[in-house]
């Protein structure tokens, strides 16, 4: 069973920066595409960014591109999220997805982890 922590989150001020991380385990080997969704308070989940297991495809959401940056790195299993530019839109919990895909939008459909708060303020 897989299990995915995420880590990094907490308070910061607007254009400030953070790293999130999220560390996969409980598995041999994962084919799919890993990614960030988060959910603000009284908002629904959403998209925020996604990369394929080579690295090579990478789509954010229009709200955090050019500030958000996506990686991975397969040999710790484990999936990043360095935030710039933070603004106070950003405050949500952050969940990863370790099996992320394209229907008419991007979902999650493999395991979640707990998520990780991320506080911006002004």
């Known amino acids: 069973q897989v299990q995915l922590v995420e880590s990094g989150g907490g308070l910061v001020q607007a254009g400030g920066s953070l790293r999130l991380s999220c560390a996969a385990s409980?598995?041999?080997?994962?084919?799919?595409?890993m990614g960030w969704f988060r959910q603000a308070p009284g908002k629904e989940r959403e998209f925020v960014a996604v990369?394929?297991?080579?690295?090579?495809?990478?789509v954010y959401a229009d709200s955090v591109k050019g500030r958000f940056t996506i990686s991975r790195d397969n040999a710790k299993d484990t999936v990043y999220l360095q935030m710039n530019s933070l603004k106070p839109e950003d405050t949500a919990v952050y969940y990863c997805?370790?099996?992320?895909?394209?229907?008419?939008?991007?979902?999650?459909?493999?395991?979640w982890g707990q998520g990780t708060q991320v506080t911006v303020s002004s």
């Open positions: 997805n370790d099996r992320v895909e394209y229907g008419s939008t991007w979902v999650g459909r493999g395991s």
């Open positions: 990369i394929t297991l080579s690295g090579g495809g990478i």
């Open positions: 409980g598995r041999t080997y994962s084919y799919y595409a």
